[in-house]
């Protein structure tokens, strides 16, 4: 991991966590939210940039974000939590999800939109009280 610049790292990982994060939060959020830790990395980045794994810095900064993300995921009922998890956080097609559960690709998609609804819900009510 050394010697990576700031700009291959955000290359590398944007996508993914902004895929990651977006389950609950939208992608415009999201979006938002990484841009931000990417920000104060570069500022950053003569210290960043020699640490062993400039990522994990990156993510610690998304941490409350995730941890919130992580504690909804939990709540969620165990179709749609394996659901969500298999194709946001292991990057899976519907298709594949679909397989692996064995089941409609419709029943994925749904199960997707149900658990994006709930989480937005969620999320939303642990940060406006």
């Known amino acids: 991991m050394e010697g990576v610049g700031v700009e291959e790292l955000f290359e590398r990982d944007y996508a ?37 794994d400039p990522a994990a810095w990156v993510r610690r900064d998304l941490t409350d974000e ?4 992580r504690k909804a995921i939990d709540g969620l009922p165990d179709q749609m939590r394996i659901t969500v998890c298999l ?10 999800v679909a397989a692996a559960l064995a ?20 999320l939303e009510e642990e940060h406006h009280g």
């Open 16 to 52: 993914r966590l902004v895929r990651a994060l977006g389950v609950a939060f939208g992608p415009e959020a999201a979006a938002d939210a990484v841009q931000d830790a990417f920000i104060r990395a570069a500022r950053r980045w003569g210290r960043v940039g020699r640490l062993a």
């Open 66 to 69: 995730r941890l919130d993300l």
């Open 103 to 122: 089941v409609a690709p419709g029943t994925v998609k749904s199960n997707l939109h149900d658990a994006r609804k709930r989480l937005r819900i969620d």
């Open 87 to 96: 194709h946001y956080l292991a990057d899976l097609s519907v298709e594949d």
